[in-house]
């Protein structure tokens, strides 16, 4: 089997992990990863509990579709991770419950919306920068996440969802998942006095970990 090929079975293995475990309902979501040639991304409007490997598309660095089912309308998303993370080897946009409802909250805080409450989430997906709502299928998202310039690997979309890049598919899949299960902890922990990691403790995390 090809490496193109084994990338597809993996795409669609995690996907259903993602679909069976609730991270995902009904079409929602899409993911996406790199190839020597291009980019593999789940179709449009396709459930990522039910992806046949075969159909899914492929397009050209350029954003050309070259192969299989019509791409996700939020190509544009991933694309602009991408261009801006050279070690962006794939991408999981989700509409995971938590990390949504933290997308929707008034008093979340734009620059930091994911304060570092465990080690994990500060390993795996660091600041999450929240970008302001747009229409889904709006390419401006992808502007707003080029004017970024790499320095952000997930951010939340305003009442939309989390956008979370990994330097593979496995890593993206890890991340989005630490990202929803630590939005959960902060939605629980809402109204109650928190300990956060300090400075020091994320610094050191950084300088052992880093490299998200």
């Known amino acids: 089997m090809s490496a193109e090929n084994k990338l597809r079975e993996e795409i669609a293995r995690l ?4 679909f069976d475990r609730g991270f995902s309902v009904g079409s929602a979501g899409n993911i996406s990863a790199a190839v020597e040639d ?3 991304m789940t179709p449009t409007n396709s459930c990522l509990g039910f992806l046949d490997p ?6 050209d660095r350029a954003g050309n579709h070259v192969s299989g089912d019509k791409p996700s309308k939020e190509v544009f998303l991933h694309r602009a991770f991408y261009e801006t993370r050279p070690q962006a080897g ?23 919306c994911v304060p570092p409450l465990t080690p994990y989430v500060v390993m795996r997906v660091g600041k999450v920068k929240l970008l302001p709502y747009v229409k889904p299928g709006d390419e401006r998202m992808g502007d707003m996440i080029r004017a970024l310039g790499g320095r952000h690997a997930a951010v939340l979309l305003a009442n939309h969802g989390p956008v979370v890049s990994g330097r593979d598919i496995a890593s ?4 989005a998942e630490e990202l929803e299960e630590t ?30």
Not at 54 to 59: D, E, H, N, Q, R
Not at 94 to 101: D, E, I, Y
Not at 172 to 175: D, E, F, I, L, S
């Open 90 to 112: 794939a991408v999981v946009h989700l509409h995971s419950t938590f990390a949504t409802a933290l997308s929707c909250l008034a008093d979340t805080d734009p620059d930091d």
């Open 54 to 59: 075969a159909g899914i598309s492929k397009l």
């Open 183 to 212: 939005a959960k902890l902060l939605i629980l922990l809402r109204d109650a006095p928190k300990r956060l990691l300090t400075a020091e403790n994320v610094a050191e995390l950084n300088a052992v970990f880093g490299g998200y």
């Open 15 to 18: 996907s259903k992990s993602l």
């Open 172 to 175: 993206a899949v890890y991340a």
């Open 38 to 40: 291009g980019i593999l």
